[in-house]
């Protein structure tokens, strides 16, 4: 390969990663980017291997093996809510292996003075990166406090370091006498000190900037490396991450109103101060009265209210029925939660009740930039819903209601007067300026910024306290009664798009679909691609917490060609926390359809057709297919009688205890 084709191919993999970074700042394209930027980095691999003529080094081909096993399984396993503490773990790898090249190329002997002063750098910038994300990720893994820890003297000992760190440095670039080991010695010890102060005193509120400070760190690391060594690869790609990441910690900096070097020396890690408004008081009204699960003090503090007429105006079913404009303001207890599932739904039925809603986002809402959106993405919110906070900030003196599902630091009115904490000055969501305010908080607590929240105090504002998913799940079911006059419909038989085997009025109550779920002790449910297509995993997931909350068993039954890939029933289940010794294969199974109360079929076709065992020459003839008609009850949520895409009608359609509740999956399940 001659210099011209090897930086030629190497312009052309920087820039097609710099089209994958652009694409990741839209929703609508951050798959593709994500794919294009591995495809890019995976060819540039490949290339330097062959570049440096080491295509026959078998050793380098283990460590890659080991090194995909690993990521592999990581991807596999590691959860969305995880992806935070992933991304510093991630950002630490990269710390680390410019440290290693690094200590590889000082002892390594005859390095040029500029080689070697890299190389002190190198070291200098990575180790701070690999211990620094090994810290934050054990702060958003809960494994060390999240609030910020100060030591005794922690600022001075922070700095010495610093400055012991670059001495150390330059001695060795003027080539003091000392041997290269101790130099290397003095040099891990003291940056990795630095990265574990630095990192300890970040409390939870300030965790996003330094995530993308350690991002641009880690790139700058690499670009280090590769000047090191010589090699512009690694120089042109670190120098991009690098970039990119420094870039993106001016703009949460920003959003903070932090500077920079205040995170890095600590002084926005105080304790908060006096001067924010009193610990809020534990007032909490109940989602309806058929639920009324908080302790009777707390409604009757409302009750009690000087305000005329408040117990009435803080029914977050009456706010909710009365409003015309909403807006949702996510936070991390949302993603604790798991609620953007039911955080959607909510949404959707106030939309088809001609309610506009918005979502509020906040660029540090999370513990990681764009957390709130990637988790919005999941649930299909439209990305033109989503809202930053100065384009969001003027609507909500005109909203009629704000849902606040697990945020606190990011709409505290204390930050523009709480002085001498640390949220004072930074830039938050003026939710206190809605007409009402429906907080879907886990209690009443300070934020990770230690400050109390004036809005808990709040006249206008409902506190839905507990597990989020819990609050919006209550505000889903008391609030909006679309599902159960859906219901209604199929339980009188007027439902147009519901099915059932007889005609006379016995018939139809012998169909009954929610009795017969009701009695069932034994529950198969069968996911098809026509729920990938609808989304409805969330709500099959909520079906059947339903289900086992009354006593019955729940199993899945996985045909291995359920999708449009291997696996892919098995990912979408995943996502929304179905557990997987819950998911059964064929084999295993099939043998068990004969005992099972209902089968629930969502979206599938083909793979439980019978024809596949009697219609010769025809595509599925032979196919194993899930034995769904051995069920002694069948519930079809597909969206038509048409055949699937093998073109062969399914006979199970006609079978005598079939139920079907034909249309869009997420209805059919939603009203199950």
Not at 343 to 359: F, I, R
Request: charged share 15%.
């Amino acid at each position: 390969m001659t210099d011209l084709l090897y930086y030629g191919i190497l312009i052309i993999l920087i820039f097609g990663i710099l089209i994958g970074i652009a694409c990741m700042s839209r929703v609508e394209k951050a798959a593709f980017g994500n794919k294009l930027s591995a495809v890019c980095t995976g060819i540039a691999i490949i290339l330097t291997l062959i570049w440096y003529d080491m295509l026959s080094a078998v050793d380098i081909w283990i460590f890659l093996a080991v090194g995909l096993v690993i990521g592999l399984i990581g991807a596999y396993r590691v959860k969305m809510i995880e992806m935070p503490q992933t991304v510093a773990i991630l950002n630490g790898f990269g710390g680390a292996a410019s440290a290693i090249v690094a200590i590889v190329a000082l002892y390594g002997g005859s390095i040029s003075l500029f080689e070697l002063a890299v190389a002190g750098l190198t070291l200098c910038i990575g180790m701070p990166t690999l211990t620094g994300s090994l810290v934050a990720a054990g702060k958003l893994h809960n494994v060390l406090s999240q609030k910020p820890v100060v030591w005794k003297w922690h600022k001075g000992l922070t700095v010495l370091s610093i400055v012991l760190m670059f001495a150390f440095l330059v001695a060795m670039v003027l080539g003091a006498s000392l041997h290269i080991t101790w130099f290397i010695l003095a040099l891990v010890l003291l940056s990795g000190f630095f990265g574990v102060a630095f990192a300890i005193r970040i409390g939870g509120a300030d965790m996003p900037i330094a995530i993308s400070l350690l991002n641009s760190l880690s790139g700058i690391a690499v670009s280090a490396a590769g000047m090191t060594v010589s090699d512009p690869l690694l120089v042109a790609v670190g120098g991009v991450i690098g970039a990119a990441g420094l870039i993106l910690t001016q703009i949460m900096c920003k959003a903070m109103n932090r500077g920079l070097m205040d995170i890095i020396l600590g002084k926005t890690s105080v304790a908060a101060g006096s001067k924010a408004s009193g610990t809020a008081p534990q007032k909490e009204v109940a989602a309806s009265s058929d639920h009324a699960e908080p302790a009777p003090p707390a409604v009757s503090d409302v009750e009690d209210s000087s305000v005329s007429g408040q117990s009435v105006a803080l029914d977050p079913q009456k706010i909710l029925a009365e409003a015309k404009s909403v807006i949702v303001v996510p936070g991390y207890g949302m993603a604790l939660a798991q609620a953007q599932v039911l955080v959607k739904q909510l949404t959707d039925k106030l939309e088809a009740n001609g309610v506009d809603v918005k979502y509020a986002i906040h660029p540090v809402a999370g513990r990681m930039p764009g957390h709130m959106n990637v988790l919005l993405a999941e649930v299909d919110v439209p990305y033109d819903k989503l809202y930053e906070i100065d384009d969001i900030n003027p609507l909500f003196e005109n909203c009629d209601a704000a849902i606040v599902v697990g945020a606190n630091d990011v709409i505290n009115p204390a930050a523009n007067t709480a002085d001498d904490t640390p949220i004072y000055g930074m830039p938050i969501l003026d939710v206190e300026k809605a007409k009402s305010v429906i907080i879907c908080n886990y209690d009443t607590q300070p934020g990770y910024s230690g400050v109390a929240n004036p809005l808990y105090e709040d006249g206008k504002a409902v506190l839905l306290l507990g597990d989020a998913k819990e609050s919006i799940g209550k505000l889903l079911q008391d609030n909006v009664s679309d599902a159960e006059n859906a219901a209604n419909m199929a339980e009188t038989g007027d439902t147009a798009d519901t099915q059932t085997s007889g005609g006379n009025e016995s018939a139809k109550k012998a169909d009954d679909p929610k009795k017969i779920l009701s009695e069932a002790k034994n529950v198969i449910i069968v996911p098809g691609y026509g729920m990938a297509l609808a989304q409805a995993q969330g709500l099959v997931k909520q079906l059947a917490d339903r289900l086992e909350a009354g006593g019955a068993d729940v199993k899945y039954a996985i045909h291995p060609v359920a999708g449009r890939m291997p696996g892919h029933m098995n990912v979408l289940l995943c996502e929304v926390d179905v557990p997987y010794d819950k998911l059964y294969e064929i084999d295993d199974i099939n043998p068990m359809f004969s005992d099972c109360d209902v089968a629930i079929v969502v979206g599938a076709n083909d793979v439980i057709n019978p024809a596949a065992n009697t219609a010769t020459e025809t595509p599925i003839y032979g196919m194993p297919i899930l034995n769904v008609m051995d069920a002694k009850r069948i519930i079809i949520c597909n969206y038509d009688l048409q055949p699937g895409y093998s073109g062969v009608p399914n006979p199970l359609y006609e079978d005598e205890k079939a139920i079907l509740l034909l249309g869009d999956a997420k209805d059919s399940v939603g009203s199950l």
